[in-house]
C-alpha cells in the first residue's frame, strides 16, 4: 500500500502508543505549571527573605526554600514558563525561515539548493550550544538573544526536514496534475506540499522544542540566558552548586524539571512520530 | 507421486482469512498457473510454500514436499529446504536483488551454504548457471553489480539464484510483470525451457491468463482465497464453468464497443507536432568534460484529429511519457514545434494560455499516487477548474464537479469522501472525472489501465469508449500493452529510440506490421486465444500421433 495514504484520524490510536501517552502527560505536566505561573504563584520570588532561607519541605513552602528565602515551587513553575517561552519562540524561528528555505531548495533545485543545503551544513558543522554561547558572549546575555542563538540552529533542521518531505512528493502524480490545472509553483507548494510534510514538521518542532529547553538550561547554567529576576531551570543549578553539600535538594528539583521536560517532549514527538509516519505504523498495531 | 502439494490450506493474518481450503498439486516436471487478481491470495499460497509468512499469520492443513510436511516445520529445517529443494523467483528484480552485493557474490551465495564448497568451485558453478540463464559469457559478469545490468539481465540473475542450486520445486511470482514485452517473451521462453530440461515443477503465479494460458499444462483460477477453478490448461479455457472464470476470460480480451461518432479525416488537426526533439542534460563525470545529452523523443512528428482516438505503443525508456509531457505543457521542447487548437502553448499570452490547458487534460498511471491524500474528492475533481477561477461561480463548479463525477459513473455523494475510500478502479475513474471537468478536447491518458486487474481495465476501456463517443474528445493513449491500445484506439503510433518507426490505422498496424520492431512487438505480446489455438493444434497433433503409433 502506499507510504502517503494516513488516514484522517490517526490519534484514534494515540491510546496504544505507550510513548505517546506518558509524553503527554509530562509534556502537559510542565506546560501547565508554566501557564498558571502566569496568573499566580504559591508566593512571590522577586524578593529576597533571607530569615526564611533554605527551609525544608513544609505546608507553606510545599518544596522548601533556596539560599535566599524564595519559594523554589514558584521558582521551578515560572522556570518551566520561561523554559517554554524561549524554546517555543527558538522553534517558531527554525520554522518560519527554514520550512521556505527548504521547500525552496526542493522547488528550484540547481544552484538554489546547493546554495541552501551547503549553507545548512556550514551551520551544521558547529556544535550548536557552544556557537549558541558565543552568540549570546557576543550579543550580551539575554532572553531575547539566547532565543535568537537556539532559533539559528533550528533554521538549518527545518530546512532539511522539509526538502526531503517535498522531494520524496516530488514524482507524485498529483502535482503533475495540479500543474496541468495552471496553478503556479508557489500555490502547488501551498496547497499540496505544505499539507503533505505537516506530520514530519510537527514531529520535528515537538524533538527541537525539548532540544530547545536544554539548550536554554544550558544557556541560563552559565549565565547567558534569561536574567534576574526571571526564574530560569539553568541558572536554579548555578545558584545551588555551591550549597549542594548542605542543601542538595536545591539542585534536584531543577534538575528533574529539566528531565521531566526533555524525556516528556522526546517522547511525544516520538509517540507522534509512530501516530502520525506511516512508514513506522506496524510497530503499534 | 506429486513433488509438492498442498492440501486444505488455510492461511489467516490477524483473524482476517486470506486463502480459505486451498489444495493444488505439482507432479514431477509440471507447469501450474495460478491466476487472479489482486487480493485473491495467489502471492500468500507462493509465501506459504516457502513458510515466509507475514507476521500475525495462523495457518491450518498440510503442505508437503515429496514426504515432507512443510506445515509447522522447523526453522532450521526450512532453511535446508529453501533455495534447495525449494526455490523462487520474485517480481521486480531490482529489489530482489542485494545493490550492494555482486552478481557472482550473490548467485553463489546458496551454493556456499548448502554444499558447503569452496568459494573457487562455487564462482565457477556460478559461471555455469549465469550462463544456462542466457547471460553473455565474460569473466567480468560474476564481479559486476545489479544496476549494471539491464531489467531483462537483472531477472536472469533472479532466476539463476534460484536454480543455482538445482531445486526440484520452482515458483515464479509475476516474473514478467515488471518487464517489456519482447524481454517477457524472452524470460517465459528461458523460464519454461529450463523447466522442460531439468523436470522441475514450476508453479507460475501471475495474473496475465494469456502468459499463464502459454505456460502452464494445469491452471488454478483463485479468487478471494480460494481456487474457484482448475484443470488441464486446454480444457479448462474450453469448458469454463465457473461464472467468475468466464467473466475473467471476456475481461482479458474485452473490447469496447466500436465508435458510433464518426471521424470526419479531412477536420483540422486538434493537435499537431512538428519535428519535436526533447533532450536531457546528462551528469557530467568530471569537470572538464563536455556535457552530453540524452534525446529522449527525436525529431517526432503526429497529428490528432477532433475525437480521433491515437494510441502511442512503445516499450520502457522509448520517449513516450516524455512525449506526453511536452505535449501538454509540462516541458518545453528543445526543437519543434506544437501546436494545439492552431496555436503553439508555449508562445501565447497567459489569457489563452489557461485556454490551451483547458483543452488539454491527463490522466496518470497511478491510482494511488494521482491524488492528494488530503483533499476531498470534490476538491481533487474541482482542480482544474482553478484556470476559470474569475470566469465561473462556486455554484457552477459545483454543478460541474457533480456532472463530472456522474459522467463517469460516480455518485454526487462520493465527492465528501477521501481518496483511500475507493478502489482502484474507482479511483481511476475520479482521474478522468477530473480530466472531463474543465471538458477539454484531448485527454492525454498515460498508462491509464496498467495498473488495474482486468476486469477492472474492461469497465474503464468501456467508460473511456463512451466519452469518446457521448463527449467527442480525442485520446492521446500511451500504453505498453497492445492488446488495450487495439481495443480502444483508431490510429497507432509505434515508437522506439525517441523516434516514431510505424504509423497507421490500428487494424492494418496490427494485421500487418512493416517495421521489423513493430513485427517483434506484436509477436511478443501474449495473446490468449492465440496461445490457446496453438495448444490446441499441438494437442491434435499429439492425439493423431498417438493414434498412429
Known amino acids: ?285 | 507421486m506429486a513433488v509438492f502439494s498442498a492440501k486444505n490450506l488455510s492461511v489467516s493474518i490477524n483473524g482476517t482469512p486470506i486463502l480459505k481450503n486451498v489444495s493444488f498439486s505439482l507432479a514431477k516436471g509440471e507447469i501450474l498457473g495460478l491466476v487472479g487478481e489482486s487480493g485473491s491470495g495467489k502471492s500468500m499460497s507462493a509465501l506459504a510454500a516457502m513458510q515466509l509468512l507475514p507476521d500475525g499469520a495462523t495457518q491450518d492443513g498440510s503442505i508437503r514436499y515429496k514426504k515432507h510436511e512443510i506445515v509447522g516445520a522447523s526453522e532450521r529445517t526450512m532453511n535446508e529446504v529453501r533455495g534447495r529443494s525449494i526455490s523462487m523467483v520474485f517480481q521486480e528484480p531490482m529489489t530482489a536483488l542485494n545493490p550492494t552485493k555482486t552478481i557472482g557474490d550473490q548467485v553463489s551465495e546458496g551454493l556456499l551454504w548448502h554444499f558447503k564448497m569452496t568459494r573457487q568451485r562455487a564462482l565457477e558453478r556460478t559461471q555455469k548457471v549465469l550462463e544456462r540463464v542466457g547471460l553473455p559469457f565474460d569473466n567480468h559478469m560474476l564481479d559486476r553489480y545489479p544496476h549494471q545490468l539491464s531489467g531483462g539481465q537483472r531477472q536472469r540473475v533472479v532466476i539463476a539464484m534460484a536454480i543455482a542450486c538445482k531445486p526440484r520445486f520452482l515458483i515464479a511470482d509475476e516474473p514478467t510483470t515488471a518487464l517489456d514485452v519482447t524481454i517477457q517473451a524472452q524470460i517465459l521462453a528461458l523460464l519454461k525451457e529450463i523447466v522442460r530440461k531439468d523436470q522441475m515443477s514450476l508453479l507460475l503465479i501471475s495474473h496475465d491468463l494469456a502468459v499463464v494460458a502459454d505456460m502452464a499444462d494445469r491452471v488454478a483460477i483463485m479468487k478471494d482465497g480460494e481456487i474457484v477453478e482448475h484443470g488441464p490448461t486446454g480444457q479448462l479455457f474450453r469448458t469454463l464453468s465457473h461464472p467468475y472464470s468466464q467473466q475473467l476470460v471476456e475481461a482479458s480480451s474485452h473490447i469496447p464497443k466500436a465508435r458510433t461518432r464518426p471521424l470526419d479525416p479531412d477536420a483540422k488537426p486538434l493537435l499537431a507536432v512538428e519535428g519535436l526533439v526533447r533532450t536531457y542534460p546528462l551528469p557530467k563525470r568530471s569537470v572538464f568534460e563536455k556535457r552530453q545529452y540524452h534525446t529522449a523523443v527525436n525529431t517526432v512528428s503526429l497529428r490528432i484529429l477532433p475525437h480521433e482516438s491515437v494510441g502511442l505503443v512503445g516499450e520502457s525508456g522509448c520517449g513516450k511519457s516524455t512525449l506526453a509531457r511536452t505535449v501538454l505543457g509540462l516541458e518545453e521542447p528543445t526543437k519543434g514545434h506544437i501546436s494545439f487548437l492552431g496555436k503553439n502553448p508555449f508562445e501565447v499570452s497567459h489569457k489563452e494560455e489557461k485556454a490551451l490547458k483547458r483543452g488539454i487534460q491527463a490522466v496518470f498511471q497511478d491510482p494511488y499516487g494521482s491524488f492528494d491524500p488530503r483533499h476531498t474528492i470534490a476538491k481533487t475533481v474541482a482542480e482544474p477548474l482553478h484556470l476559470l477561477r474569475h470566469e465561473i461561480s462556486e455554484t457552477a463548479k459545483n454543478g460541474k464537479v457533480i456532472a463530472a463525477l456522474e459522467a463517469v459513473g460516480l455518485k454526487p455523494q462520493d465527492a465528501h469522501k477521501y481518496p483511500h475510500e475507493f478502489s482502484g478502479g474507482q479511483r481511476q475513474r475520479i482521474a478522468i472525472a477530473r480530466a472531463l471537468v474543465t471538458e477539454p478536447q484531448l485527454i492525454v491518458a498515460d498508462e491509464p489501465v496498467s495498473a488495474l486487474d482486468v476486469s477492472i481495465r474492461a469497465q474503464i476501456l468501456d467508460l473511456l469508449a463512451d466519452l469518446r463517443d457521448r463527449l467527442g474528445v480525442a485520446y492521446l493513449f500511451i500504453s505498453h500493452d497492445l492488446s488495450v491500445v487495439q481495443a480502444i484506439t483508431d490510429r497507432v503510433i509505434v515508437m522506439n529510440g525517441g523516434r516514431i518507426v510505424e504509423e497507421g490505422s490500428t487494424e492494418q498496424v496490427f494485421r500487418h506490421p512493416k517495421h521489423p520492431y513493430t513485427r517483434m512487438l506484436v509477436a511478443a505480446a501474449p495473446d490468449l486465444n492465440a496461445s490457446l489455438k496453438r495448444r490446441h493444434k499441438a494437442e491434435i497433433k499429439a492425439r493423431t500421433a498417438r493414434q498412429k503409433s
Open chain 1, 1 to 285: 500500500m502506499d507510504t502517503f495514504e494516513a488516514p484522517i484520524h490517526p490519534f484514534r490510536r494515540a491510546w496504544k502508543s505507550r510513548s505517546f501517552l506518558i509524553g503527554l502527560c509530562l509534556a502537559s505536566l510542565i506546560l501547565i505549571a508554566g501557564f498558571i505561573s502566569l496568573f499566580w504563584t504559591p508566593h512571590a520570588i522577586d524578593s529576597l527573605n533571607v530569615a526564611n532561607r533554605l527551609q525544608a519541605s513544609s505546608s507553606q513552602h510545599w518544596l522548601g526554600t533556596d539560599q535566599y528565602g524564595r519559594d523554589i515551587l514558584s521558582m521551578l513553575m515560572i522556570g518551566a514558563r520561561t523554559s517554554i517561552i524561549v524554546a517555543l519562540i527558538a522553534v517558531g524561528i527554525g520554522l518560519l525561515f527554514g520550512v521556505p528555505l527548504g521547500l525552496l531548495a526542493a522547488t528550484k533545485r540547481g544552484l538554489v539548493e546547493e546554495a541552501v543545503m551547503r549553507t545548512n551544513d556550514l551551520i551544521f558543522a558547529f556544535p550548536a550550544i557552544l556557537s549558541a554561547i558565543l552568540i549570546t558572549a557576543l550579543l550580551g546575555p539575554g532572553a531575547v538573544n539566547a532565543v535568537i542563538a537556539i532559533g539559528i540552529f533550528n533554521i538549518p533542521v527545518f530546512a532539511r526536514v522539509a526538502r526531503g518531505g517535498a522531494l520524496s512528493l516530488s514524482g507524485r502524480d498529483f502535482l503533475l496534475a495540479a500543474r496541468l490545472s495552471g496553478k503556479s509553483g508557489l500555490r502547488i507548494t501551498l496547497e499540496h506540499v505544505l499539507p503533505n510534510i505537516a506530520n514530519l514538521l510537527i514531529v520535528q518542532a515537538t524533538i527541537q522544542l525539548s532540544l530547545g529547553i536544554l539548550a536554554e538550561a544550558g544557556l541560563s547554567y552559565l549565565g547567558l540566558g534569561p536574567q534576574p529576576p526571571l526564574a530560569s531551570w539553568g541558572r536554579m543549578l548555578n545558584e545551588a552548586q555551591t550549597m549542594m553539600a548542605f542543601a542538595p535538594q536545591l539542585a534536584l528539583y531543577p534538575g528533574l524539571a529539566i528531565v521531566v521536560s526533555v524525556l516528556g517532549f522526546n517522547l511525544l514527538g516520538d509517540g507522534l512520530r509512530d501516530l502520525l509516519d506511516p512508514r513506522l505504523r506496524r510497530r503499534i498495531r
